[in-house]
């Protein structure tokens, strides 16, 4: 296995092409704006940009549904343009993500196109039919609400086709090896233009058996392994992370037996219980989930967010939780999603609060694992929910108080701008907080500024400290005779908790506030007792200042 884990200390930025920047006036982002952008990513401290989907496509469900794995949409540029880009990135240290969206296609993708038209093509069984109807098929849709099916007629082949997502993205079949030779061969073709890894979507539908006859489908971990061994082969540094929202004794099959299969996963279960957190100011469920997801190997790695492109899933919630969740960020059913979630941006969600969104972030950049932050989010952008479905949060980037919030000089862009109200681009972009010192761009940058200098949170083995308040998160992080201390309370008022840090190589009394100057010192008992404002948080190094990290291999 590889040695280079620059994963484990990075801070992942995702966007869409479509939505950041528009250099030529046609009102839809593409890779030149984007890449005229790049200092400005740098200048955050994104370390790695994950890039939601810009190859050809429909356009029916935001570009999920691929017509073309090895091309860019026309809309976006050129590949010499994507060439470009990941040259600049790679020139500013900054490497690029891509997604991976191989659990199927869209239904004008040559391969279906060419499989329904006759029974003989070579490319029939790299989709999933059936001669009739199966009675499983008002079963497991990915959007309920929307969705009505998973299995539909076509009336070119006369049998009906697997899909787990919309009607016009067909399933892959999957384990047909032909299938999985082709992916193999798309992810080497990006990897050679410049790709550090990929986002894959929907894991456990990929590695899934599917057909007409499956009831209870297994997973073909095998895939991962076969994945990884490739990405490995061509590329020593590259890495997938996955989108698999599965339960935590599942975990450890994806990552692999012996740590040798996904290197990344997104903590959906540490998520959904981060948001339970804020809304009831119970730390306690949190500090569990954090447990119950404690990685075994060191290659491994989770992705901790806070929003994505989709909506906030809390279909793992119990329902006393799920709706605390709703009652205090999505309580108008118009905020809701496919009966299991929120669709709204996480400014909106927290009323614009401050101090709620620096500790949103403080906890997202401090629990164990690497941030991935959404494009906006460092402006506390908001949504549009007249816009349906997902779209709500898709809305172009706002860069400036100008026309069209800077994005583009077009009259029309592709979605509108958010324009007036509390999140309009007219006093929410990223002109104006450059240039406000106390601004949330700013307190950001700083926060991800500290956040590469502790290691300790990417590398390093954390436990739950014990606190003398259900409201009061204490994370202790340690990793080569440093430690850290990290204290959030998630309750609106002040709270006074004392909290033992525990053995240390360095001066056990004393913790330095790496943020502000609260330090503290130990009583003679060897417990700090510290006041946290409502939503406070605190940075604490272990015993001061001075210390020494071999970074050498990080």
């Not at 740098?42 to 469900?61: E, I, K, N, Y």
């Not at 976006?76 to 880009?85: A, R, S």
């Not at 006859?213 to 490739?230: G, H, I, N």
């Not at 954090?290 to 491994?300: G, I, N, R, V």
């Amino acid at each position: 296995m590889i040695s280079d884990l620059w994963y484990k200390n990075a801070v992942v930025y995702c966007l869409s092409v479509e939505s950041f920047m528009d250099s030529d006036g046609d009102g839809v982002g593409d890779f030149r704006g984007l890449t005229r952008r790049l200092d400005y990513l740098h200048g955050l401290g994104v370390t790695a940009v994950w890039l939601m989907p810009f190859q050809a496509s429909p356009g029916r469900d935001d570009g999920y549904d691929v017509s073309d794995f090895y091309s860019v949409d026309p809309r976006y540029g050129t590949l010499g343009d994507f060439v470009e880009f990941t040259h600049a990135a790679k020139q500013r240290g900054m490497r690029v993500l891509i997604d991976l969206v191989v659990n199927h296609t869209s239904d004008q993708h040559p391969w279906f196109q060419s499989a329904r038209s006759d029974p003989q093509s070579p490319y029939r069984d790299w989709y999933v039919w059936s001669d009739r109807k199966p009675k499983s098929a008002d079963q497991g849709m990915v959007f309920p609400g929307v969705q009505k099916t998973t299995w539909t007629r076509d009336p070119v082949a006369k049998k009906y086709y697997f899909h787990r997502f919309y009607e016009f993205q067909p399933d892959l079949n999957t384990s047909n090896p032909h299938v999985q030779a082709e992916i193999l061969r798309i992810m080497g073709f990006w990897i050679q233009l410049g790709v550090s890894g990929f986002r894959m979507d929907a894991v456990p539908f990929v590695i899934a058996e599917k057909g007409p006859d499956v009831t209870t489908p297994k997973e073909q971990f095998q895939m991962l392994r076969t994945f990884r061994e490739f990405l490995q082969w061509r590329k020593g540094d590259s890495v997938i992370l996955a989108e698999a929202n599965v339960l935590p004794e599942d975990d450890m099959k994806y990552f692999g037996v012996d740590g040798d299969r996904m290197q990344m996963m997104f903590n959906f279960h540490v998520n959904q219980r981060l948001f339970y957190a804020l809304a009831s100011g119970d730390a306690r469920p949190l500090a569990e989930a954090l447990k119950e997801t404690q990685s075994k190997y060191d290659t491994a790695q989770w992705g901790i967010f806070l929003r994505n492109h989709d909506e906030l899933d809390l279909g793992r919630l119990d329902p006393k939780q799920r709706q605390a969740v709703f009652d205090a960020f999505g309580p108008d059913k118009t905020m809701q999603l496919y009966d299991r979630g929120i669709r709204r941006r996480l400014a909106p969600m927290l009323n614009g609060d401050r101090r709620r969104l620096e500790l949103a972030y403080s906890l997202m950049f401090t629990l164990p694992g690497t941030p991935v932050m959404r494009y906006g989010d460092e402006i506390a952008m908001g949504d549009d929910l007249s816009l349906p479905e997902r779209y709500c949060a898709r809305t172009p980037m706002q860069w400036s108080s100008e026309k069209q919030g800077g994005f583009s000089k077009a009259d029309k862009t592709f979605l509108p701008v958010i324009s007036g109200g509390g999140f309009g681009f007219e006093t929410v972009n990223v002109a104006q907080q450059r240039r406000d010192p106390n601004s949330f761009l700013n307190w950001i940058e700083r926060i991800i500024r500290m956040r590469q200098e502790l290691p300790e949170i990417g590398w390093g083995d954390c436990v739950s400290l014990p606190t003398s308040d259900e409201a009061v998160l204490a994370l202790r992080y340690d990793w080569r005779n440093n430690a850290v201390v990290i204290l959030h309370n998630l309750a609106a008022e002040p709270k006074e908790v004392g909290f033992k840090v525990g053995p240390t190589d360095g001066e056990p009394g004393r913790l330095v506030d790496l943020l502000a100057q609260a330090h503290s010192e130990a009583d003679e008992d060897g417990r700090h007792r510290i006041v946290l404002e409502g939503y406070g948080y605190r940075w604490f190094r272990v015993g001061g200042l001075n210390y020494l990290l071999d970074r050498s291999d990080i």
